[in-house]
Nanobody, 115 residues
Framework: QVQLVESGGGLVQPGGSLRLSCAAS????????MSWYRQAPGKERERVAI???????MYADSVKGRFTISRDNAKNTVYLQMNSLKPEDTAVYYC?????????WGQGTQVTVSS
């Protein structure tokens, strides 16, 4: 069955870095666009970054220049490198795989930015 398993979240001080990973299985990873979303308490889920099947990328304005999304099709894994973290980046981060009418979510990983 389809599985998306995120890892790499945790507690980090403002200005610090984290790298999130999302390991996928159960579908043809290379043919799906992969994205990262986040949801802070009391807020709607928002897309942070997306990478297409050809490696193109797009970012939310709030993370441009600080976050980098990448994918390794050989490992069926998508990454989110997060630098210069701010308290407002605190949220549960989810990976999402999408292709046409098919979409799959991971279970999420908590990122907390606090001193």
């Amino acid at each position: 069955q389809v599985q998306l398993v995120e890892s790499g979240g945790g507690l980090v001080q403002p200005g610090g870095s984290l790298r999130l990973s999302c390991a996928a299985s159960g579908f043809t990873f290379s043919t799906y666009a992969m994205s990262w979303y986040r949801q802070a308490p009391g807020k709607e889920r928002e897309r942070v970054a997306i990478t297409g099947t050809g490696g193109t990328t797009m970012y939310a304005d709030s993370v441009k220049g600080r976050f980098t999304i990448s994918r390794d099709n050989a490992k069926n894994t998508v990454y989110l490198q997060m630098n210069s973290l701010k308290p407002e980046d605190t949220a549960v981060y989810y990976c999402y795989a999408v292709k046409a009418q098919y979409g799959y979510w991971g279970q999420g990983t908590q990122v907390t930015v606090s001193s």
